[in-house]
């Protein structure tokens, strides 16, 4: 490999050090961690021996840092909407932002606003600055769409579908967890996501069903409150997370209450899977099954592991002049790859 790829981790959470732990892999050793951007650059200084840690409120403090490629690992609700456009203007990005229904321009109900969407709002700045910037990159938004796009071009008629938490525990999911936590009174929560195994045997068996989210799959939450949260409390708390539009509303939802002790002995790890299944036929009626089943016992590790090495394609991207947002769908395996032309090609 000829010259590195200076990368640089933006915002140091569960994604963040998935990314550092990433970027020591030794497929990944073409790149090289040129410093850390954090809020909290004391507290995130403390934990990382060895990388610089710059103030990300203190962009004179990072702004000449030799940065090939940006891995931006904030928070899809709050965090990258500002972060993403921010930070396209000074580096090449990537992110894995996974607010689905934000990532084309949508209508805000609240404001009653025609928006842009997360994919134009980091076009226009990673264009304006010649910067190449990957948005939504993990497993979904990432590979589960893409699989999702091969198979409907493949097999006309047929609907591909996703299915997420195929385990007995469940499917931890980051977003619905998050949104729970900043109730007011939670001290800290989980949230697993089952799917239905009956909705799965009938896409299965091709029959191609019109399945709405609430049929696909269920919530289970457990939550631990603060000090001084009585019974009403969590009755209301238990209200608020049933009522939260697009994230809870349409599933059934079931609320457990339980200490903090039990939530850190039994719900600190991350574990996640899924499954995407397309089923019908070809031709002459010859029935057709595709399915593209992941299990992560660490989300975020996986996640990261699967952004890191786009920031390979990113720079490449950028290096050929090809500026502006891109998808996993407009970055081609060979450029995500560090094995070279002639060893992809004997793989094929
Ligand atoms: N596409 C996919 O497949 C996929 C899969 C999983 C997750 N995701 C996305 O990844 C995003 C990030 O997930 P995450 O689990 O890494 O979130 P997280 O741990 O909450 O971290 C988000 C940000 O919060 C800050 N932070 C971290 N710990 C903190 C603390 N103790 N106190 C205050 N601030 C803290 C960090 O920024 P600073 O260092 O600047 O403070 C960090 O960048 C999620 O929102 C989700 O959208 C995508």
């Not at 040129?34 to 990382?48: C, D, L, M, Y």
């Not at 997420?164 to 900043?182: F, V």
């Not at 992560?296 to 502006?324: C, F, H, K, L």
């Not at 395996?333 to 793989?347: M, N, Q, Y």
Request: proline share 6%.
């Amino acid at each position: 490999m000829d010259e590195k790829i200076n990368v640089t981790i933006v915002g140091y959470g569960n994604i963040g050090r998935g990314a550092h732990l990433a970027i020591g892999n030794p497929d990944n050793s073409d790149m090289n961690l040129v410093g850390i951007i954090s809020r909290r650059p004391e507290i995130v200084a403390n934990e990382v021996r060895n990388i610089p840690v710059f103030d990300a409120n203190d962009e004179a403090s990072w702004r000449g840092l030799d940065a090939d490629v940006a891995i931006l690992c904030g928070g899809s609700a709050e965090d990258l909407p500002k972060q993403g456009p921010y930070f396209a203007q000074f580096f090449n990005t990537l992110d894995s932002y996974d607010d689905h229904p934000h990532i084309p321009p949508y209508h805000d109900k609240k404001t009653g606003k025609d928006m842009p969407g997360y994919f134009k709002d980091m076009d226009i700045p990673a264009r304006e600055s010649n910067h190449t910037s990957a948005i939504s990159i993990g497993w979904d938004p990432g590979l589960f769409p893409l699989i999702k796009i091969l198979s409907d071009s493949f097999f006309s008629g047929m609907k591909s579908y996703g299915f997420y938490g195929l385990e007995p525990r469940g499917g931890l999911s980051m977003g619905h967890t998050n949104a729970i936590k900043r109730l007011k009174g939670v001290m800290d929560a989980a949230q697993y996501t089952h799917a239905y195994p009956e909705a799965m045997k009938r896409v299965r068996s091709g029959e191609n069903p019109d399945l709405k989210p609430g049929d696909m799959h269920w919530r289970e939450c457990f939550v631990s409150v603060e000090e001084g949260v009585d019974k009403e409390g969590m009755k209301g708390i238990e209200k608020k997370i049933k009522k939260m539009p697009r994230y809870y509303k349409p599933y059934y939802t079931e609320v457990n209450f339980i200490s903090q002790e039990e939530m850190d002995a039994n719900h600190s790890d991350m574990p996640h899977d899924g499954v995407v299944i397309a089923a019908g036929t070809t031709g002459d009626g010859h029935k057709v099954l595709m399915e593209f089943k992941v299990q992560w016992e660490s989300n975020p590790e996986a996640t990261a592991s699967i952004m890191v090495p786009y920031a390979r394609a990113v720079y490449r991207a950028n290096q050929r002049g090809d500026y502006g947002a891109k998808t996993i769908i407009n970055l081609l395996p060979d450029s995500v790859s560090s094995s070279s032309k002639e060893e992809l090609i004997e793989r094929i």
